[in-house]
């Protein structure tokens, strides 16, 4: 029977990793696939994460089960770093990554309301939309990515989130918004939230990124901003960059509810959720976030290295603006100095992708180019490069 099934879509960004290892080349340079590089291209295991690790492993004497709703510190720790803070009105669970965390909560989003419609942005991370594709959940875009600005198109964003209602939720990026780099400022956040208010839509955001944008606390006002005036809302929270946590998979659920009583039933949920899924989400990343935020001294080692990541890659933002600014003559690529994360889109052509291929410069084919994934001595290839390519 297995041969009825359908060929699979293959996954641009898996296929790019693919074809970059099969590149003979030396000097190749990978900026297709999301993680963090530091300047000698490497993904290291952090500092506090090693620190954390050993004591981990010193002290624990047990492997047995825990919680259906994971390690409670790490999920307080989790909604304090979201949110600046817990209450009795915020629930939340373990989750296998930021990608577990969402599919939870699309799972208890579908028990409370069955007639539920999603909406991503335009574009988004694409499995945003592959994964309510292949649950079978309604789903539709909104306007979001101006692909002549390279900004934010708000006025269509906000006219169509001024439509919905009650059976919509709208999936919102905490920050560093993947693929484009482009973000809500604070007054864009609280309009957004205004439409949420007036319209009675619930927000669901996917926070992958917090701490690479501006800094933890700047990377968070805008979902602080929304859970100060909306009584529901959910968060998926990732554990993967921020804290370099990618293979070990750590990610949280958070769902802030209208009362105490709300959340004890959402909590008992989400548990039912996360056995009919896998159980037990994987408690040792969880457990290695936890000992970091819970450990004064350990917390601030780690707020140390997120802070170089932060500044390695906002420093590559502005060098990278400055040298397409040199070798184009242009201040066209001046909005990537502004853009915050790991991505920006450069607006290039699937021709010009491919021809920055030809000379080993690996981007997405809608030229999503990760900005962390290029070192300091590679700036002036890349523009010299991208100038040739026309872009
Ligand atoms: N959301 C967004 C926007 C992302 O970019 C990612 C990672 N690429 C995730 C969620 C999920 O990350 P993970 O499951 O690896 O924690």
Request: glycine content about 8%; charged content about 25%; overall charge negative.
């Amino acid at each position: 029977m297995f041969s009825t099934l359908p060929e699979p879509k293959p996954d641009a960004i898996i296929a790019l990793i693919q074809a970059f290892a099969d590149d003979p080349r030396e000097d190749k340079v990978d900026l297709g696939v999301g993680v963090y590089k530091d300047d000698a291209g490497k993904t290291p295991v952090m500092r506090s994460v090693k620190e954390a690790e050993r004591r981990l492993l010193a002290r624990q004497d047990t492997k047995s089960y825990t919680k259906l709703t994971g390690n409670p510190d790490f999920v307080a720790g989790m909604q304090r770093l979201a949110l600046g803070d817990v209450n009795e009105r915020l629930t939340g669970a373990q989750a296998p990554g930021g990608t577990g965390a969402l599919r939870v909560l699309f799972e208890l989003t579908l028990r409370a309301n069955p007639n539920a419609r999603f909406w991503y942005s335009d574009p988004s991370w694409p499995n945003h939309q592959a994964m309510l594709t292949s649950m079978k959940v309604p789903h539709q875009s909104y306007p979001y990515f101006d692909t002549d600005t390279l900004g934010v198109k708000f006025d269509a964003m906000i006219e169509t989130l001024d439509g919905l209602g009650p059976d919509d939720i709208v999936i919102l990026h905490g920050c560093c918004h993947n693929p484009t780099g482009a973000n809500l400022t604070q007054a864009q956040w609280e309009r957004v939230t205004q439409s949420a208010q007036d319209n009675g839509w619930m927000p669901l955001v996917d926070f992958a990124y917090q701490g690479l944008g501006d800094g933890l606390e700047e990377d968070a006002r805008g979902v602080r901003h929304m859970a100060s005036k909306l009584s529901r809302l959910m968060i998926a929270m990732s554990c993967s960059k921020n804290f370099g946590l990618y293979r070990d998979r750590a990610g949280c659920a958070i769902v802030q509810c209208e009362n105490a009583a709300e959340a004890a039933l959402v909590a008992a949920t989400l548990g039912v959720v996360n056995r009919l899924l896998y159980s037990f989400a994987p408690d040792h990343p969880a457990s290695v976030v936890a000992e970091i935020l819970g450990d004064p001294e350990l917390r601030a080692d780690w707020e140390a290295e997120l802070g170089a990541m932060r500044d390695r890659i906002n420093g590559l933002r502005t060098g990278l603006a400055e040298a397409l600014r040199q070798e184009t003559n242009s201040g066209r690529f001046d909005f990537i100095a502004e853009h915050r994360g790991m991505f920006s889109r450069l607006g290039a052509t699937p021709a010009q992708v491919a021809a920055m291929r030809e000379g080993g410069i690996y981007m997405v084919g809608d030229s999503r180019m990760n900005i962390a994934g290029l070192t300091s001595d590679k700036l002036r290839d890349f523009a010299r490069a991208a100038a040739k390519a026309g872009i």
